[in-house]
T-cell receptor
Framework: AQSVTQPDIHITVSEGASLELRCNYS??????LFWYVQSPGQGLQLLLK??????LVQGIKGFEAEFKRSQSSFNLRKPSVHWSDAAEYFC??????????FGPGTRLSVLP | DGGITQSPKYLFRKEGQNVTLSCEQN?????MYWYRQDPGQGLRLIYY???????QKGDIAEGYSVSREKKESFPLTVTSAQKNPTAFYLC?????????????FGPGTRLTVL
């Protein structure tokens, strides 16, 4: 069965520092990959997605993610974090004909 | 504006009661989903529907029921058989034409059992 791991449950960074959130997936084939963000008590908003082509994808709010097939990873990055980025981040994978599988999430705290 | 609405935002239920959570979308999406979210567990799929008048159980369907009589509506009923219903419930929809299409989410309903 597919699975998605996000090794970091909680990350704290200072405002202005760089950020990398990790995501790894199981299963052999390359899935469609997504990163979502959730503010407290809200729904999920899509940040970016990857399905083919250039392995570095750009998203909204200054985020980017890099797909590495050899590592089965799709890590999310941002060069300079803003206080408003404090939220929970979910990685998700999707294979043709199957349901989405979401990771457990990484909660991001931002220090002033 | 196109989007997904969920109501109510907060819902309180006494033990033994059934309650129904509303989900409506005007995105003209074929597929709709219900997820349950508990702290530290990500999103778990309750039910999904790929087309009107058809739906399938997800990973944690016990104690829940759904209907899909209209394309834009996918209500979820939490029955008294659900042992621990206190959670945050998210509805989503998706255009099924391409596999890379993302799911769009509503704002959620927080259900608390008193």
């Amino acid at each position: 069965a597919q699975s998605v791991t996000q090794p970091d449950i909680h990350i704290t960074v200072s405002e202005g520092a760089s950020l990398e959130l990790r995501c790894n997936y199981s299963y052999g084939a390359t899935p469609y990959l997504f990163w979502y963000v959730q503010s407290p008590g809200q729904g999920l908003q899509l940040l970016l997605k990857y399905f083919s082509g250039d392995t570095l994808v750009q998203g909204i709010k200054g985020f980017e993610a890099e797909f590495k097939r050899s590592q089965s990873s799709f890590n999310l990055r941002k060069p300079s974090v803003h206080w408003s980025d404090a939220a929970e981040y979910f990685c998700a994978v999707h294979y043709y004909g199957q349901n989405f599988v979401f990771g457990p999430g990484t909660r991001l705290s931002v220090l002033p | 504006d196109g989007g997904i609405t969920q109501s109510p935002k907060y819902l309180f239920r006494k033990e033994g009661q059934n309650v129904t959570l509303s989900c409506e979308q005007n995105l003209n999406h074929d597929a709709m989903y219900w997820y349950r979210q508990d702290p530290g567990q990500g999103l778990r799929l309750i039910y999904y529907s790929q087309i009107v008048n058809d739906f399938q159980k997800g990973d944690i369907a016990e104690g829940y029921s759904v209907s899909r009589e209209k394309k834009e509506s996918f209500p979820l009923t939490v029955t008294s058989a659900q042992k621990n219903p206190t959670a945050f419930y998210l509805c989503a929809s998706r255009e099924t034409g391409d596999s890379y299409n993302e799911q769009f989410f509503g704002p959620g309903t927080r259900l608390t059992v008193l």
